[in-house]
Protein backbone atom coordinates (compact mmCIF):
# COMPACT_ATOMS: atom_id res chain seq x y z
CA UNK A 1 0.00 0.00 0.00
CA UNK A 2 2.74 2.23 1.24
CA UNK A 3 4.28 1.76 -2.00
CA UNK A 4 1.39 2.42 -4.34
CA UNK A 5 0.99 5.85 -2.65
CA UNK A 6 4.89 6.62 -2.73
CA UNK A 7 4.55 5.92 -6.70
CA UNK A 8 1.11 8.47 -6.70
CA UNK A 9 3.73 10.66 -4.99
CA UNK A 10 5.77 10.37 -7.50
CA UNK A 11 3.63 11.31 -10.60
CA UNK A 12 2.36 14.29 -8.94
CA UNK A 13 5.87 15.55 -7.88
CA UNK A 14 7.08 14.52 -11.60
CA UNK A 15 4.17 17.19 -12.33
CA UNK A 16 5.09 19.61 -9.40
CA UNK A 17 8.61 19.99 -10.42
CA UNK A 18 8.13 20.39 -14.16
CA UNK A 19 9.13 16.72 -15.10
CA UNK A 20 6.81 16.86 -18.59
CA UNK A 21 8.58 20.28 -19.31
CA UNK A 22 12.13 18.62 -19.15
CA UNK A 23 10.82 15.32 -20.99
CA UNK A 24 10.24 17.24 -24.02
CA UNK A 25 14.06 18.91 -23.75
CA UNK A 26 15.06 15.29 -23.09
CA UNK A 27 13.11 14.30 -26.19
CA UNK A 28 14.37 17.52 -28.70
CA UNK A 29 18.26 16.73 -27.90
CA UNK A 30 17.47 13.33 -28.44
CA UNK A 31 16.36 13.88 -31.92
CA UNK A 32 19.28 16.52 -31.97
CA UNK A 33 21.69 14.01 -31.05
CA UNK A 34 20.54 10.67 -32.67
CA UNK A 35 21.88 11.48 -35.99
CA UNK A 36 25.40 12.27 -34.88
CA UNK A 37 25.28 9.62 -32.96
CA UNK A 38 24.56 7.41 -35.94
CA UNK A 39 27.44 8.81 -37.85
CA UNK A 40 29.92 8.22 -34.70
CA UNK A 41 28.52 4.27 -34.60
CA UNK A 42 29.49 4.22 -38.13
CA UNK A 43 32.64 5.68 -37.90
CA UNK A 44 33.27 3.23 -34.86
CA UNK A 45 32.44 0.22 -37.28
CA UNK A 46 34.68 1.02 -39.68
CA UNK A 47 38.02 2.32 -37.22
CA UNK A 48 38.06 -0.98 -35.35
CA UNK A 49 35.82 -3.60 -37.17
CA UNK A 50 36.49 -2.26 -40.64
CA UNK A 51 32.81 -2.82 -41.58
CA UNK A 52 30.42 0.04 -41.53
CA UNK A 53 27.63 -2.11 -42.91
CA UNK A 54 27.95 -3.52 -38.76
CA UNK A 55 26.58 -0.11 -37.55
CA UNK A 56 23.77 0.04 -40.19
CA UNK A 57 22.57 -3.45 -39.05
CA UNK A 58 22.84 -1.99 -35.33
CA UNK A 59 20.91 0.86 -36.43
CA UNK A 60 18.62 -1.55 -37.59
CA UNK A 61 18.18 -3.54 -34.95
CA UNK A 62 17.61 -0.44 -33.02
CA UNK A 63 14.95 0.60 -34.90
CA UNK A 64 13.58 -3.07 -34.60
CA UNK A 65 12.63 -2.36 -30.78
CA UNK A 66 10.65 1.09 -31.23
CA UNK A 67 6.85 1.05 -32.23
CA UNK A 68 6.92 0.91 -36.12
CA UNK A 69 5.36 4.00 -37.13
CA UNK A 70 8.29 5.73 -34.85
CA UNK A 71 11.20 3.66 -36.53
CA UNK A 72 9.99 4.25 -40.19
CA UNK A 73 10.10 7.64 -39.67
CA UNK A 74 13.64 7.89 -37.86
CA UNK A 75 15.21 4.36 -39.76
CA UNK A 76 15.71 5.95 -43.73
CA UNK A 77 17.00 9.45 -42.27
CA UNK A 78 19.68 7.84 -40.10
CA UNK A 79 20.32 5.01 -43.06
CA UNK A 80 20.89 7.60 -45.56
CA UNK A 81 22.94 9.94 -43.15
CA UNK A 82 25.07 7.25 -42.18
CA UNK A 83 25.29 6.56 -46.11
CA UNK A 84 26.72 9.87 -46.90
CA UNK A 85 28.75 11.15 -43.95
CA UNK A 86 31.57 10.22 -43.40
CA UNK A 87 34.19 11.42 -40.20
CA UNK A 88 37.58 10.60 -39.07
CA UNK A 89 37.18 9.28 -35.83
CA UNK A 90 40.04 10.71 -33.86
CA UNK A 91 39.87 14.45 -36.01
CA UNK A 92 38.27 17.23 -35.16
CA UNK A 93 35.28 15.87 -36.73
CA UNK A 94 35.07 13.14 -34.94
CA UNK A 95 35.12 15.25 -31.67
CA UNK A 96 32.47 17.38 -32.74
CA UNK A 97 29.97 14.53 -33.75
CA UNK A 98 30.51 12.75 -30.50
CA UNK A 99 30.25 16.13 -28.58
CA UNK A 100 26.71 16.30 -30.44
CA UNK A 101 25.92 12.58 -29.58
CA UNK A 102 26.49 13.47 -25.43
CA UNK A 103 23.14 16.28 -26.15
CA UNK A 104 20.64 13.79 -25.20
CA UNK A 105 22.96 12.18 -22.16
CA UNK A 106 23.67 15.77 -21.21
CA UNK A 107 20.11 16.97 -21.36
CA UNK A 108 19.03 13.76 -19.17
CA UNK A 109 21.42 13.81 -16.77
CA UNK A 110 19.68 17.47 -15.83
CA UNK A 111 16.52 16.32 -15.72
CA UNK A 112 17.55 13.44 -13.29
CA UNK A 113 19.58 15.54 -11.16
CA UNK A 114 15.61 17.50 -10.56
CA UNK A 115 14.25 14.12 -9.60
CA UNK A 116 16.52 13.31 -7.30
CA UNK A 117 16.70 16.79 -6.00
CA UNK A 118 20.26 17.34 -6.26
CA UNK A 119 23.10 19.89 -7.59
CA UNK A 120 25.68 18.76 -9.87
CA UNK A 121 28.89 19.50 -8.12
CA UNK A 122 31.01 17.79 -10.64
CA UNK A 123 33.28 20.10 -12.64
CA UNK A 124 32.11 20.36 -16.41
CA UNK A 125 34.65 18.70 -17.94
CA UNK A 126 34.20 15.71 -15.43
CA UNK A 127 30.56 15.68 -16.10
CA UNK A 128 30.87 15.67 -20.15
CA UNK A 129 33.34 12.84 -19.66
CA UNK A 130 30.57 10.74 -18.59
CA UNK A 131 28.46 11.39 -20.38
CA UNK A 132 30.80 10.74 -23.14
CA UNK A 133 31.61 7.54 -21.79
CA UNK A 134 27.94 6.63 -22.11
CA UNK A 135 28.03 7.57 -25.59
CA UNK A 136 30.98 5.13 -26.44
CA UNK A 137 29.40 2.48 -24.17
CA UNK A 138 26.46 1.99 -25.51
CA UNK A 139 27.70 2.30 -29.41
CA UNK A 140 29.87 -0.37 -28.45
CA UNK A 141 27.36 -2.55 -26.95
CA UNK A 142 25.46 -1.88 -30.14
CA UNK A 143 28.49 -3.13 -32.07
CA UNK A 144 29.30 -6.36 -29.84
CA UNK A 145 25.54 -7.57 -30.16
CA UNK A 146 24.87 -6.80 -34.04
CA UNK A 147 28.55 -9.10 -34.26
CA UNK A 148 27.10 -11.64 -32.51
CA UNK A 149 24.19 -11.94 -34.23
CA UNK A 150 26.11 -12.16 -37.01
CA UNK A 151 28.96 -13.83 -36.48
CA UNK A 152 26.96 -16.46 -34.14
CA UNK A 153 25.47 -18.45 -37.04
CA UNK A 154 28.96 -18.90 -38.56
CA UNK A 155 30.97 -19.51 -35.12
CA UNK A 156 28.02 -22.53 -34.64
CA UNK A 157 28.73 -24.10 -37.91
CA UNK A 158 32.49 -24.45 -36.97
CA UNK A 159 31.83 -26.30 -34.25
CA UNK A 160 31.40 -29.92 -33.64
CA UNK A 161 27.83 -31.28 -33.73
CA UNK A 162 28.20 -33.41 -31.09
CA UNK A 163 28.96 -30.31 -28.48
CA UNK A 164 26.27 -29.39 -26.47
CA UNK A 165 27.45 -25.42 -26.85
CA UNK A 166 26.75 -25.57 -30.47
CA UNK A 167 22.68 -25.61 -29.77
CA UNK A 168 23.42 -22.45 -27.85
CA UNK A 169 25.65 -20.66 -30.83
CA UNK A 170 22.87 -21.82 -32.94
CA UNK A 171 19.85 -21.02 -34.70
CA UNK A 172 18.68 -18.84 -31.22
CA UNK A 173 21.21 -15.99 -32.26
CA UNK A 174 19.09 -14.65 -35.41
CA UNK A 175 15.87 -15.01 -33.57
CA UNK A 176 13.59 -11.98 -32.74
CA UNK A 177 13.66 -13.02 -28.78
CA UNK A 178 17.00 -13.29 -29.39
CA UNK A 179 17.12 -9.54 -30.55
CA UNK A 180 14.86 -8.27 -27.88
CA UNK A 181 16.00 -9.66 -25.12
CA UNK A 182 19.66 -8.68 -25.96
CA UNK A 183 17.91 -4.83 -26.61
CA UNK A 184 16.10 -5.33 -23.26
CA UNK A 185 19.36 -5.86 -21.54
CA UNK A 186 21.24 -3.37 -23.05
CA UNK A 187 18.47 -1.03 -22.03
CA UNK A 188 18.51 -2.33 -18.01
CA UNK A 189 22.23 -2.09 -17.75
CA UNK A 190 22.41 1.54 -19.12
CA UNK A 191 19.21 2.93 -16.91
CA UNK A 192 20.93 0.75 -13.77
CA UNK A 193 24.08 2.87 -15.21
CA UNK A 194 22.06 6.33 -15.95
CA UNK A 195 20.86 6.29 -12.28
CA UNK A 196 24.12 5.31 -10.69
CA UNK A 197 26.76 7.02 -12.07
CA UNK A 198 25.19 9.79 -14.14
CA UNK A 199 23.04 11.90 -11.80
CA UNK A 200 24.87 13.84 -9.39
CA UNK A 201 25.17 11.96 -5.23
CA UNK A 202 25.76 8.17 -4.81
CA UNK A 203 23.61 5.54 -5.12
CA UNK A 204 23.64 1.67 -5.14
CA UNK A 205 21.90 -1.26 -6.89
CA UNK A 206 19.45 -1.87 -4.28
CA UNK A 207 18.14 1.79 -3.86
CA UNK A 208 17.62 2.40 -8.07
CA UNK A 209 16.15 -1.08 -8.79
CA UNK A 210 12.59 -0.15 -7.76
CA UNK A 211 12.98 3.32 -10.20
CA UNK A 212 14.85 0.97 -12.97
CA UNK A 213 12.28 -1.59 -12.95
CA UNK A 214 9.27 0.47 -13.20
CA UNK A 215 10.92 2.66 -16.26
CA UNK A 216 11.74 -0.58 -18.19
CA UNK A 217 7.73 -2.41 -17.46
CA UNK A 218 6.27 0.70 -18.29
CA UNK A 219 8.62 1.52 -21.80
CA UNK A 220 7.77 -1.99 -22.79
CA UNK A 221 3.84 -1.19 -22.84
CA UNK A 222 4.01 2.45 -23.73
CA UNK A 223 5.64 1.18 -27.33
CA UNK A 224 2.86 -1.54 -27.70
CA UNK A 225 0.11 1.06 -27.02
CA UNK A 226 1.09 4.06 -28.86
CA UNK A 227 2.04 1.80 -31.98
CA UNK A 228 -1.73 0.74 -31.69
CA UNK A 229 -3.02 4.13 -31.06
CA UNK A 230 -1.18 5.14 -34.04
CA UNK A 231 -2.85 2.85 -36.12
CA UNK A 232 -5.99 4.27 -34.67
CA UNK A 233 -5.43 7.94 -34.91
CA UNK A 234 -4.25 10.18 -37.70
CA UNK A 235 -1.73 13.07 -36.71
CA UNK A 236 -1.75 14.83 -40.47
CA UNK A 237 -5.08 16.40 -38.64
CA UNK A 238 -2.75 17.94 -36.13
CA UNK A 239 0.20 18.39 -37.81
CA UNK A 240 -0.06 17.82 -41.44
CA UNK A 241 3.41 17.72 -43.26
CA UNK A 242 5.22 17.13 -39.76
CA UNK A 243 2.93 14.60 -38.13
CA UNK A 244 6.15 11.66 -38.99
CA UNK A 245 8.65 14.17 -36.77
CA UNK A 246 5.90 14.40 -34.17
CA UNK A 247 5.31 10.51 -33.78
CA UNK A 248 8.92 10.38 -33.32
CA UNK A 249 9.20 13.49 -30.92
CA UNK A 250 5.74 12.59 -28.66
CA UNK A 251 7.40 8.91 -28.41
CA UNK A 252 10.77 10.01 -27.37
CA UNK A 253 9.07 12.74 -24.53
CA UNK A 254 6.70 9.78 -23.10
CA UNK A 255 10.22 7.69 -23.09
CA UNK A 256 11.50 10.68 -21.18
CA UNK A 257 8.85 10.94 -18.95
CA UNK A 258 8.82 7.27 -18.05
CA UNK A 259 12.38 7.98 -16.89
CA UNK A 260 12.32 10.58 -14.89
CA UNK A 261 9.42 8.75 -13.11
CA UNK A 262 11.96 6.09 -12.08
CA UNK A 263 13.62 8.42 -10.75
CA UNK A 264 11.40 10.19 -8.56
CA UNK A 265 9.78 6.92 -7.64
CA UNK A 266 13.33 6.00 -5.80
CA UNK A 267 14.02 9.47 -4.41
CA UNK A 268 10.06 8.64 -2.65
CA UNK A 269 11.25 5.72 -1.62
CA UNK A 270 14.38 7.01 -0.25
CA UNK A 271 13.06 9.54 1.67
CA UNK A 272 10.18 6.86 2.98
CA UNK A 273 13.36 4.26 4.25
CA UNK A 274 14.84 7.67 6.23
CA UNK A 275 11.96 7.95 7.48
CA UNK A 276 11.68 4.97 9.04
CA UNK A 277 14.93 4.64 10.40
CA UNK A 278 14.74 8.03 11.88
CA UNK A 279 14.10 7.25 15.56
CA UNK A 280 11.32 9.05 17.82
CA UNK A 281 14.58 10.19 19.87
CA UNK A 282 16.23 11.78 17.49
CA UNK A 283 12.84 13.40 15.76
CA UNK A 284 12.23 14.86 19.54
CA UNK A 285 15.81 16.30 19.38
Given at each position: MKRTTTLIEAIYRLYEHSGFAMAGAVAFSFIVS?????????????LFIGSPELANQAVEQLFQILPKQVAEVLAPQAHDIMAQSRID???I??????????????????????????QENRPYWLSLLVSTTFVLATACAMLFLTWAVIAGPGF????????????????????????????????????????IWL???????????????????????????????????????????????????????WT???????????RGLSELKKMRNTSPMSVAA
Open positions: LFPFCIFLGALASLVGSGVITLFFATSAIETLRSALNGAYRVAASLSPSLPIRRIFDSSWISTYTRYASSALVMVSLLFAIHVAGKRTLASVWPGVLLSAALWLASAALYSRYLDLSDYTRFYAGLSQLMIAMIYFQAIIIILGAELN
